[in-house]
């Protein structure tokens, strides 16, 4: 069973940062896939950022230019730098390899 541990979120201004953290269990080097997601109340799970083995990455509109995913096998973690945050981030922000496997989740709140 792998398990994702997510880290780094909380409560922050408009405009202001954070960095998210998620540590897996097992080795992510053979890993093609690993993301993050996001869900606020009363809405679906929706996709913020994935980046590939390779290195490739791929964005939600709504984050584009203000969100950085990136990766390190040799920690077995992704990260989520997010920049210029808005009131309509917040929401629980969830790791996932392959998207198969899923993190806890992680509360975002920015306020204006």
């Known amino acids: 069973q792998v398990q994702l541990v997510e880290s780094g979120g909380g409560s922050v201004q408009a405009g202001g940062s954070l960095s998210l953290s998620c540590a897996g269990s097992?080795?992510?080097?053979?890993?093609?896939?690993m993301g993050w997601y996001r869900q606020a109340p009363g809405t679906q799970r929706e996709l913020v950022a994935i980046?590939?083995?390779?290195?490739?990455?791929t964005y939600a509109d709504s984050v584009k230019g203000r969100f950085t995913i990136s990766r390190d096998n040799a920690k077995n973690t992704v990260y989520l730098q997010m920049n210029s945050l808005k009131p309509e981030d917040t929401a629980v922000y969830y790791c996932?390899?392959?998207?198969?496997?899923w993190g806890q989740g992680t509360q975002v709140t920015v306020s204006s």
């Open positions: 996932t390899m392959e998207f198969v496997y």
């Open positions: 097992r080795n992510i080097v053979g890993i093609n896939a």
């Open positions: 980046i590939t083995r390779d290195g490739r990455t």
